[in-house]
């Protein structure tokens, strides 16, 4: 539905955005709930697992501080819970500004560990078309 530059942009009804909304905010959602239980997990091995060490570059090894660890797993599930709100908000065309930076959070690979591979492509798509301006009419429209 592109319109010329110029044109005034058309306008489409809360199910028309919905329709073209619901496939990447129910995939965003499904995968922040499995990141969620991920992150769970992390918290579970970080907070009663054996240390976690690197490699120093010398021949040696670094442990990494629990603290860090502990909260790194925090924000990553708080930020996942804020991405799967952010997906139902998105699928219901509402609070739009709240649906487009679930988007941006859920393609930070901090938010999503390795798999950023499977939410950026769905976090890009509901840019794109959060952007639209006929879509944030239809959820201003649904606002009133």
């Given at each position: 539905?592109?319109?010329?530059?110029?044109?005034?942009?058309?306008?489409?009804t809360p199910e028309q955005a919905r329709s073209q909304l619901l496939f990447p905010?129910?995939?965003?959602?499904?995968?922040?709930?499995?990141?969620?239980?991920?992150?769970?997990?992390?918290?579970?091995?970080?907070?009663?697992?054996?240390?976690?060490?690197?490699?120093?570059?010398?021949?040696?090894?670094?442990?990494?501080?629990?603290?860090?660890?502990?909260?790194?797993?925090?924000?990553?599930?708080?930020?996942?819970?804020?991405?799967?709100?952010?997906?139902?908000?998105?699928?219901?065309?509402?609070?739009?500004?709240?649906?487009?930076?679930?988007?941006?959070?859920?393609?930070?690979?901090?938010?999503?560990?390795?798999?950023?591979?499977?939410?950026?492509?769905?976090?890009?798509?509901?840019?794109?078309?959060?952007?639209?301006?006929?879509?944030?009419?239809?959820?201003?429209?649904?606002?009133?």
């Amino acid at each position: 539905m592109y319109a010329p530059p110029g044109s005034p942009p058309q306008v489409l009804t809360p199910e028309q955005a919905r329709s073209q909304l619901l496939f990447p905010a129910i995939v965003l959602a499904v995968l922040s709930g499995l990141l969620i239980l991920v992150f769970m997990f992390d918290l579970l091995l970080v907070g009663f697992g054996d240390p976690i060490r690197i490699p120093d570059g010398s021949g040696g090894t670094v442990e990494l501080p629990r603290a860090f660890l502990v909260a790194t797993c925090i924000w990553a599930m708080l930020a996942n819970v804020f991405n799967m709100v952010a997906a139902i908000q998105m699928a219901r065309v509402r609070w739009w500004g709240v649906a487009i930076a679930g988007c941006i959070v859920a393609a930070i690979p901090l938010t999503t560990s390795a798999c950023c591979l499977l939410t950026l492509p769905f976090s890009i798509w509901g840019i794109v078309v959060l952007l639209r301006s006929e879509v944030r009419e239809a959820f201003r429209s649904q606002a009133q």
